[in-house]
């Protein structure tokens, strides 16, 4: 019941959100109370500290006492709770949901918006202030950015890729339908003069990065994850234009050579990365490339094979990859590569995007590596440092809180409680015990 009420009042303060146009009803001032602050440089518990706000930004953190409170500041009191920077999630797909195969033929472009809206809302409470989204179809992906940024609905601030760069008949086609039918992947380009113009096209049509697919995937047919698909060639180019445009490049990539290749050419971030092998470990250290595993979506997609009526061929692929990926990627963790958090989720249902930490851990990370992967590693590879991840003077007032400590128990993080972006308050579990500090 408890429950239900706080779903009303969050429907109640999103209803004001599009009313008043979102960012209209916060606050000039914000002061947040909180009794723990979870410093996510140093795994350090500060107590007794408080937040303040101006114009959607931090403005000062520190002790308590210290604390200089404009006379009039909106105060939040979270006395008993833990405080972090909003989490950050470097790999979803908030337009698309847990359909696979040929259920995806299904959706229409203007369906896969609103898909996305639902979406972006779920994960926005969830903890997640801030996506890297990588691949939607039709730039609903922009639209959905565009949406958020305007107030007209709540999600998490989002940096998008547009369609994803891909060969012909390669992880990012579609390969469903037989000749007759002509269907090609919006992203679907070929030799150094398509893929150049394929990166034009896309951030003429608004996007933030270039999401490219370097090699087979496990949820798409008729290809290898361990196959190379890109030519180190094209590779060079997509990267080439895309930096000089501006937009960094994320690599979907399984098989060693396609992410040996991926990361010579200069990508900023592997995905999933799970035959990566020591070459491929050695090269990511010297270019200093992320990896961005994603780990928990191996763990739901067994547990559910039996509901998500996923097709022999993939599931038989995703038996096959997973439990590789899992030693590799421990493998690579071990060596010290670079790592931000990305959860892959679509491919399982979104919001439960923080069970990729306790996968994390299990596989190696220190609960900090996995809190500072999804805080000041991913705001690094967006390129926003000291805008999102961090709660430093100077960022956006993304805070989130919850029970305990999470640098002892990273699972208190699937549990967040309370969620603000940019000084405006989404979810607060914990006003019952509004105090007056
Ligand atoms: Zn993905």
Known sequence: MKRLLWVLVGIALFGLGVQGRGYAQTPKHVAVHAGHVYDVKTGKMLSDQTIVIEDGKITSVGPTAEARIPADAERIDLPNATVLPGLIDAHTHLTMDPKFGYEQLAISTPREALIGAKNARITLLAGFTTVRNVGASGFTDVALRDAINAGDVPGPRMLVSGPLLGITGGHCDNNMLPYEYHAVGDGVADGIAAVQHKVRENIKYGADLIKVCATGGVLSF???????????????????????????????????????????????????????????????????????????LGDWMIENAAQTHLPPPLLAKAKEVIPEARKNIAHAFASGVKVAFGTDAAVYPHGLNAHEFPVMVQLGLTPLQAIQAATLNAADLMGWPGKVGTLDPGAWGDIIAVDGDPGKDVTTLERVKFVMKGGQVIRNDYAAQKGNF
């Open 222 to 296: 008729g290809d290898n994850p361990q196959a190379s698909q890109y030519t180190l060639e094209e590779m060079k180019a997509i990267v080439a234009d895309a930096h000089r445009l501006g937009r960094k490049v994320a690599a979907h990539a399984h098989g060693s050579q396609g992410i040996l290749w991926a990361v010579e050419a200069g990508v900023d971030s592997i995905e999933h990365g799970s035959y990566i092998d020591d070459a491929g470990i050695a090269a990511m250290k010297q270019h200093g490339t992320y990896l961005v595993p994603t780990l928990y």
